[in-house]
């Protein structure tokens, strides 16, 4: 399936598809990423010793430029297989998303840790149900700039002939044909402000009482 | 493991420095575009910042003008801009300075939000013009986070600039894509190797320019 002519009528079925591919290497990137981020964070936040190591390890991370992190993960995962596109944007992911969530879990009140002692709370029970929930907002604040960056940076998996979206960049400047990169540019900036708004409102409905914090510092 | 050896092998191999082709005019062509890239996104980042902490005006359209251009994609600017004007380094920088501009614009804006307010209106009321505000007390007091805005975009440009190498315009990218190309992954280790030195290069002179820009009176502030 490719991009037909040099207009960009007639191609919405293109742009669909490739969108949808772009939508579900994004998905599972995240989850990846935050599956990884979360036990690297609470790590760091019970042994905070760790974090300085953790943060430039996810630093120098972020520096591997994306073409170079495919090859390298190539052996592991396959070069023709979109896994190391996958894994290279949820290793991405963590230099945002493993410093909001410490520094999330640090901002918790100690006397809503000290009451979680007194009631009995495990470590692990603990973290679950009491520290990340209050830690939420920072987390989703983290969230929301992984996915804008990942959504963003998927399509340099164009290039390896990986990441929807990207492949109308890479066809479009192979052939010259203005209006499909046009038509990508587009598309991605749009499916990243959508998913930004959605992460936003869930963020909302899961906490709500920092919404009524924030109106409440305003007025 | 061993294309990683060979790789640093490649690296170390003072034959593979010189020449039109050699590393040391790829790691040159590397940093002038990092440092044409993030200068201009400083330029145009950080006045648009202290405007906005100062004022106080057009905090939402900077935070949703921010976002939009977070999600701007590299590749299809450059792309669309190379389509447009060939094998000049426009499509490059702009899509660069397109990639920077979010983090030196938000950290100036935090820097200047996270000055204590006694300080700002002590300024105004030792009768400082608004320009004078702004250079003297605000700009002074906001730089840590300054500095660490455009770090953090300066790391971007470098790993991203690689792109270049894509589009024939050189870079380190260069190796990334022939390395790719041709199953040389040797090179393509050498040459990640390369970027992450570069990074680490670029983050020890942001620690110094730290330490000398900023105000020793500012200093314990400096929490990042």
Not at chain 1, 3 to 11: D, E, L, S
Not at chain 1, 69 to 78: I, N, S, T
Not at chain 2, 152 to 170: E, P
Not at chain 2, 196 to 218: C, D, K, M, N, Y
Request: with cysteine.
């Amino acid at each position: 399936m490719s991009w037909n002519g040099r207009q960009f009528a007639g191609n919405w079925e293109v742009v669909w598809r490739y969108t949808l591919a772009h939508v579900q290497l994004a998905v599972v990137s995240l989850l990846l990423g935050v599956a990884l981020a979360l036990p690297l964070a609470y790590l760091a936040h019970r042994r905070p010793h760790t974090y300085p190591t953790l943060l430039a390890a996810t630093n120098v991370i972020y520096a591997i430029p994306s073409i170079a992190l495919f090859v390298l993960l190539g052996p592991l995962l396959g070069y023709t297989s979109n896994r190391p596109v996958i894994v290279a944007m949820a290793l991405y992911t963590l230099v945002i998303l493993v410093r909001n969530t410490v520094e999330g879990l640090r901002a918790v009140p100690p006397h809503v840790v000290t009451a979680a002692i007194a009631m009995g709370y495990g470590p692990l029970r603990r973290f679950v149900a009491v520290e990340l929930p209050v830690a939420l907002p920072g987390v989703i604040a983290g969230l929301r700039v992984a996915t804008v960056s990942t959504i963003s940076l998927i399509t340099v998996g164009g290039l390896v002939g990986q990441g929807g979206i990207g492949r109308l960049f890479e066809d479009g400047f192979a052939r010259r044909i203005t209006q499909e990169l046009w038509a990508g540019l587009v598309a991605v900036i749009v499916l990243a402000i959508v998913a930004d708004a959605l992460i936003l409102l869930v963020g909302h409905r899961l906490a709500p009482w920092h919404r009524a914090e924030r109106n409440a510092t305003r007025a | 493991m061993s294309d990683f050896v060979d790789g640093i092998r490649w690296v170390t191999d003072g034959g593979n420095w010189w020449g039109p082709n050699g590393i040391a005019a790829r790691l040159v062509e590397h940093l002038w575009y990092s440092l044409l890239a993030t200068a201009l996104a400083a330029l145009v980042g950080i006045p648009v910042g202290l405007w906005v902490g100062h004022t106080g005006h057009g905090r939402w359209i900077t935070a949703n003008v921010t976002n939009v251009l977070r999600a701007v994609p590299t590749v299809g600017v450059v792309t669309l801009l190379f389509v447009w004007r060939p094998l000049t380094l426009w499509p490059v920088l702009v899509a660069l300075t397109v990639l920077a501009l979010p983090a030196v614009v938000l950290n100036t804006v935090a820097g200047v939000d996270s000055i204590e307010p006694t300080t700002r209106v002590a300024a105004q009321a030792c009768g400082y013009r608004a320009s004078q505000q702004v250079l003297g007390v605000e700009l002074p007091c906001a730089l840590p986070l300054v500095l660490a805005g455009v770090r953090s975009a300066a790391n971007q440009v470098i790993a991203t600039a690689t792109v270049a190498g894509f589009f024939g315009l050189g870079g380190l990218g260069r190796f990334l894509f022939t390395g790719y190309g041709t199953q040389r992954y040797d090179i393509v280790w050498g040459a990640t190797v390369l970027v992450i030195a570069l990074v680490l290069l670029v983050e020890a002179v942001f620690a110094v320019l730290q330490r000398t820009l900023v105000s020793p009176g500012v200093r314990p502030a400096t929490a990042t």
